[in-house]
């Protein structure tokens, strides 16, 4: 966890934390696109809701300095950090950012046509 804690601030102090991360080399590519970045997210996606099925709580970091994870994980340079995912329970007195609820309309986001 002090690993993960000099790339960044917001491990939340749980006991897990799972580095998702894409292979450059082998991801989908066309045309100069690669796929490597969605493909890790929809990983991590997938991971975060079967975590809150099981009843653990968890969040997408996405704020932390690649390149300490790189060094400190000795990752290779093809493989490419994409999230942070602390798991665990959060605390009976947690309190959530004023903005953790706050949504968009959905008419801000889609077209219907």
Same mark, same amino acid.
């Given at each position: 966890?002090?690993? @993960?804690?000099k790339?960044?601030p917001c491990?939340?102090?749980?006991?897990?934390?799972?580095?998702? &991360? &894409?292979?450059?080399? @082998?991801?989908?590519?066309?045309d100069?696109? &690669?796929?490597?970045? *969605?493909?890790?997210? $929809?990983?991590?996606?997938h991971?975060?809701?079967?975590?809150t099925n099981?009843?653990?709580?968890n969040?997408?970091?996405?704020? =932390?300095?690649?390149?300490i @994870?790189k060094?400190? =994980?000795?990752?290779?340079?093809?493989?490419? #950090?994409?999230?942070? $995912? #602390?798991?665990?329970?959060?605390?009976?007195?947690?309190?959530?950012s #004023?903005?953790?609820l706050?949504?968009?309309? $959905?008419q801000? *986001?889609?077209?219907?046509?």
């Amino acid at each position: 966890m002090a690993k @993960i804690d000099k790339a960044s601030p917001c491990r939340y102090n749980a006991p897990v934390c799972l580095i998702v &991360s &894409s292979n450059k080399d @082998i991801a989908w590519k066309k045309d100069g696109y &690669s796929t490597y970045e *969605m493909d890790a997210c $929809i990983v991590a996606t997938h991971m975060m809701l079967e975590a809150t099925n099981l009843g653990v709580d968890n969040i997408w970091i996405e704020m =932390f300095d690649k390149d300490i @994870i790189k060094k400190e =994980f000795d990752l290779e340079m093809n493989i490419e #950090p994409i999230c942070l $995912i #602390p798991l665990g329970y959060k605390a009976d007195d947690c309190t959530s950012s #004023p903005l953790h609820l706050k949504r968009k309309n $959905i008419q801000d *986001m889609v077209i219907y046509k």
